[in-house]
Nanobody, 124 residues
Framework: EVQLVESGGGLVQAGGSLRLSCAWS????????VGWFRQAPGEDREWVSC???????TYADSVKGRFIVSVDEAENTAYLQMNTLKPEDTADYYC??????????????????WGQGTQVTVSS
């Protein structure tokens, strides 16, 4: 059974940093991509970043230059380092997995396995 669990969310002031973790089980990264998505209240879930087994890393324009995605295969964990946070980054953040590469465009429907989410609040 594929399972993903996010952690690391919390409250941070604008300009600060957080690192989200996504621990997975039930698949090997050799064939998969791990994507990060976020959903603010009243808005659609949007794609944030992706990392796949072929070494590709991709970012949405809204976070490019501020967020960094990485993976520790030995720990079966992906990370999203979020720097220079802005109030508009406030959202529930989700990680997701799929047997694919990180080739844009990427949408919610492109990923079949999802975590429960972790809340990030950025105060101004």
């Amino acid at each position: 059974e594929v399972q993903l669990v996010e952690s690391g969310g919390g409250l941070v002031q604008a300009g600060g940093s957080l690192r989200l973790s996504c621990a997975w089980s039930g698949f090997i990264f050799d064939e998969y991509a791990v994507g990060w998505f976020r959903q603010a209240p009243g808005e659609d879930r949007e794609w944030v970043s992706c990392i796949s087994y072929d070494g590709r890393t991709t970012y949405a324009d809204s976070v490019k230059g501020r967020f960094i995605v990485s993976v520790d295969e030995a720990e079966n964990t992906a990370y999203l380092q979020m720097n220079t946070l802005k109030p508009e980054d406030t959202a529930d953040y989700y990680c997701a997995a799929e047997y694919r590469r990180c080739i844009e465009p990427l949408w919610v429907g492109d990923f079949g396995y999802w975590g429960q989410g972790t809340q990030v609040t950025v105060s101004s």
